[in-house]
């Protein structure tokens, strides 16, 4: 099994492929969250929100490919320095988003994509997951400690876990 990913800016195929699963990565949110799928009752639209990824030249949206097919995609974000008063290290990258079609997930694709990710995107990281979501916190805790070999911060505020590191170290 091949993993790869690619910039989904460069193919229409793959803006319309992540469009075509943007739903069932809201409804993925929406158990346990309380928080998805309301875009619609906030003024936003699913297109909306995709042409932002899409427009926005801090946002890198990404399509993960099995063997050449689209099976998740993820939203890597380029964050700016922290405010002064911002108790929080500096932060290169965030991880915005991040799905895996359920029919593949469990077969390592998910922690193969960001590996490469991570990699390609040398810098500080940020990832947060709602504490509730235990599948999101169990997958990043074990991918985060996995590529760090255990080097890195993890925090929970305000219901969010937090884990912080540097990739491209190593």
Do not use: C, K
Not at 14 to 21: A, G, T, Y
Not at 52 to 78: K, T
Request: glycine letters at 8%.
């Amino acid at each position: 099994m091949t993993v790869s990913v690619r910039d989904a800016r460069n193919t229409e195929g793959d803006r319309l492929w992540i469009q075509s699963v943007y739903r069932d990565y809201l409804d993925d949110l929406a158990p346990g969250t309380g928080t998805f799928p309301a875009l619609g009752e906030v003024g936003h639209r699913e297109p909306d929100q995709l042409l932002r990824w899409f427009g926005d030249p801090n946002s890198f949206p990404l399509v993960i490919l099995r063997s050449s097919q689209p099976v998740g995609f993820a939203l890597v974000v380029r964050a700016g320095a922290a405010a002064s008063r911002d108790p929080r290290p500096a932060i290169d990258y965030r991880m915005a988003e991040f799905f895996i079609s359920r029919a593949v997930r469990r077969l390592g694709i998910g922690a193969t994509a960001v590996r490469l990710i991570f990699s390609r995107f040398a810098g500080r990281w940020e990832i947060t997951e709602y504490l509730r979501n235990t599948s999101a916190v169990s997958f990043w805790r074990r991918v985060v400690a996995s590529y760090t070999r255990g080097n890195y911060l993890e925090r929970i505020v305000n219901g969010e876990v937090r884990q912080t590191f540097v990739s491209g170290a190593g």
